[in-house]
């Protein structure tokens, strides 16, 4: 590995650490109708303000040992494993790609796809104001900085957002307008590589349903049906880095 290529790697870790505290912001925030400027960070049980050097991604919840600083208030360890995992996708995303134009797309799915998974495991809600954004955002940069792909990433993007939405209209109890959304906004960023993105998120989601269903109780009633965000995000998150090499390895064998 060139010294630089490592340098640039670090930067994209850091950065994706510095997103990965955004996102976390963006997770709590959105679905309650919050601003996600201000005020500034605070704990959530005594309302005092982060300071600075208790808002260092990860580090700073492992020297406060998890806790708030002022009310010694348990701090969730999702928030550190959010940032940890965003640093981690995010050099991923430098590690494996080679032009702006992939590095641009892969950071801003990751970017897409941690928040809205949280926000649909917490609230069973994907936000418009994630996939609007996030669509004209895959269009414009995917126009700029990688003009000759972008035929194919529309038509990825209308074809998993047709699909999704057909089996909506036959089923719209078991599929929601979101997640057809976001379906059409993985195509947009992925390309062909949706195809994959979009099998391992339907079993992904046929599993979840499955252990849910094994662990209710005989007699109880059917609740809240299992949020499909998280496994699009899965299967989205998997299709970034081995999309086209699963559809290779479908096509020899095939061949």
Same mark, same amino acid.
């Given at each position: ?6 340098? +640039? ?8 650490a ?9 997770a ?5 109708h919050?601003?996600?400027? $201000? ?43 959010? +940032? ?9 995303v ?73 089996? $909506? ?25 949706v ?13 979840a349903?499955?252990?849910?269903? $094994? ?41």
């Amino acid at each position: 590995m060139q010294i630089m290529t490592a340098f +640039e790697i670090i930067i994209a870790a850091l950065f994706g650490a510095v997103l990965g505290s955004f996102l976390n912001v963006v997770a709590y925030r959105l679905p309650r109708h919050e601003s996600l400027l $201000a005020p500034g960070s605070h704990c959530p049980a005594c309302n005092v303000p982060v300071k600075p050097y208790d808002n260092v991604p990860v580090l700073a919840w492992i020297w406060l040992h998890g806790r708030c600083r002022a009310c010694r208030g348990a701090i969730s360890p999702r928030y550190p494993a959010v +940032e940890a995992l965003t640093a981690a996708l995010c050099a991923g995303v430098v590690l494996s790609r080679s032009s702006a134009g992939a590095i641009t797309l892969g950071v801003l799915t990751v970017l897409v796809l941690v928040p809205t998974a949280l926000i649909d495991l917490d609230h069973h809600l994907i936000p418009n104001l994630i996939t609007g954004p996030a669509a004209i955002l895959a269009i414009a940069l995917g126009g700029v900085l990688d003009p000759s792909g972008e035929p194919a990433r529309l038509i990825a993007g209308a074809a998993a957002g047709g699909f999704f939405g057909l089996a $909506a209209l036959v089923s719209p109890r078991g599929m929601g307008m979101g997640d057809v959304k976001l379906a059409a906004v993985m195509g947009l960023l992925l390309g062909a590589a949706v195809a994959p993105a979009l099998a391992i998120a339907l079993l992904g989601g046929i599993l979840a349903g499955l252990v849910v269903a $094994a662990r209710r109780e005989p007699g109880e009633r059917r609740g809240v049906g299992v949020p499909f965000g998280p496994s699009l995000a899965l299967g989205g998150l998997v299709a970034l880095f081995a999309g086209h090499a699963i559809i290779a390895a479908y096509l020899h064998l095939l061949g």
